[in-house]
């Protein structure tokens, strides 16, 4: 079982995948259930202090690599000579991870305040849409090569992302403002750009740059509390803008409110928010560490385009705890963003118009391997029989050899003299192409 899960001393890449679904899943469920709850009243709505949460969740990420670091340093070093011989550089200003820090405290408050806007499976299925933004990114600053069912992925990609945003338009709740829900999904094409910004630079650092993936999200959770430290102080005084449903005392952000909200112990909520609150920096720990090992080893489009597949099981759930309710045209949809995903990562491959050619070309590539492998091993048994018949003729002259020697050796010569009457043992050591023989002499 841990053969399977660590390969080469990396984790298998379907453990990763499972693990960035599992716990991405896992925390817009908790964060939606965060803004649900009321106490004393009072509905939770602080998305920057969410976004301050997750912050703090990186942060923990650079003690899990300091803990790696100090019980495992031949392991963390060698991974660092790895890289140092691909070409990396080993020093990395760490004042250039202040660039990710606020793109990702920009897009996360940003849609913090989307997911308030709109029913949660809606805000889940637009968020696909960011593999469209990260693949034309990826193209254009990383250089990534694209194939044609990448391309044919991508489209059916964006085509499901429109049928989402219509259909939660169309049918939207009656008690639910149109204009809001418009503006929301605004906001999450905005957020989309500016995260698929951030995947792509970060990796851009994990290309030039040795560092390890949860040492990069620690040293982006440290500026990101600064910078949401810094950004609350203003925050706090901004009044609540018209385009914004609701906010905390009439303002962007009420940091006294937040903390009044968690440890008041009145209404149904209670002690659940506190609890949701404290458990959802560990989730957003290991979702974002994970995010960050995917980047590194597989691609941002690679990470992009597997937070795609979760909207599925996020719609199932919403809709069995009764904060949704089914949409065919949001089934519509999902069904085709799964669609262009499956064809994208080559798990459902169509036999035609060349839709199948990079798994031809690696089926190829594979056979061709497979056949000199064969034989070279062919060749290796021919040598290794070789080898073994000169082997054995060795032996056999080396052995006939030594009996004639001991042979002759039982016969002294006729014309022989005795020449000492010490009767004492001489031994006479013959070396025949470095094969030794004793030859016992009685005198």
């Not at 458990?279 to 597989?298: E, P, Q, R, T, W």
Request: proline content about 3%; some cysteine; glycine content about 6%.
């Amino acid at each position: 079982m841990s053969h399977w899960i660590i390969q080469n001393g990396r984790v298998n890449s379907y453990v990763l995948f499972s693990a960035l679904l599992s716990t991405g899943i896992l925390s817009g469920i908790v964060m939606k259930f965060q803004q649900r709850c009321i106490v004393d009243g009072i509905r939770f709505n602080h998305p920057f202090m969410q976004t301050l949460l997750m912050f703090i969740g990186e942060m923990f990420c650079y003690f899990c690599v300091s803990i790696y670091r100090c019980f495992w340093k031949s392991r963390f070093n060698k991974d660092r000579e790895k890289e140092q011989e691909q070409g990396k550089k080993l020093k990395l200003n760490k004042f250039l991870l202040v660039i990710p820090s606020l793109l990702d405290f920009v897009g996360s408050s940003v849609t913090l305040v989307a997911m308030s806007m709109m029913p949660f499976s809606v805000y889940y299925m637009m968020r696909g849409g960011g593999v469209i933004i990260t693949a034309i990114l990826s193209v254009l600053c990383l250089k990534t090569e694209l194939e044609r069912q990448n391309y044919v992925g991508l489209l059916l990609n964006f085509i499901g992302f429109l049928i989402v945003g219509i259909s939660a338009v169309l049918y939207s709740p009656t008690d639910q403002d149109t204009t809001y829900l418009i503006f929301g999904i605004m906001l999450i094409i905005v957020s989309l750009f500016i995260a698929s910004t951030q995947f792509v630079f970060d990796e851009y650092i994990f290309m030039k740059y040795s560092i390890n993936p949860f040492e990069e999200i620690g040293w982006e959770g440290i500026w990101g509390v600064l910078i949401n430290g810094f950004a609350l102080i203003a925050f706090v005084q901004i009044p609540c803008p018209s385009f914004i449903s609701d906010c905390p005392d009439g303002k962007l952000e009420s940091v006294t409110l937040f903390f009044e909200s968690i440890s008041t112990m009145k209404g149904d909520d209670q002690p659940a928010l506190i609890y949701l609150v404290i458990f959802s920096i560990f989730v957003l720990m290991l979702m974002n560490g994970i995010s960050a090992c995917i980047i590194k080893y597989h691609g941002a489009l690679n990470k992009t385009m597997v937070s795609a597949v979760s909207p599925f099981v996020v719609w199932i759930i919403t809709i069995w705890l009764k904060w949704d309710v089914f949409n065919f045209g949001q089934f519509t949809g999902y069904s085709v963003i799964t669609l262009g995903t499956l064809l994208y990562t080559e798990v459902l491959v169509l036999p035609f118009w060349g839709l199948n050619k990079k798994l031809i070309m690696k089926k190829q590539i594979q056979s061709k391997n497979l056949k000199v492998k064969v034989k070279n091993d062919n060749k290796q048994k021919i040598n290794n029989k070789e080898e073994n018949k000169q082997t054995q003729q060795i032996d056999k002259s080396l052995k006939v050899d030594a009996t004639q020697i001991i042979q002759s050796s039982q016969t002294p010569p006729q014309n022989a003299l005795p020449t000492s009457n010490n009767h004492k043992n001489e031994q006479c050591v013959i070396n025949i192409e470095n094969a030794p023989y004793q030859i016992s002499k009685i005198q």
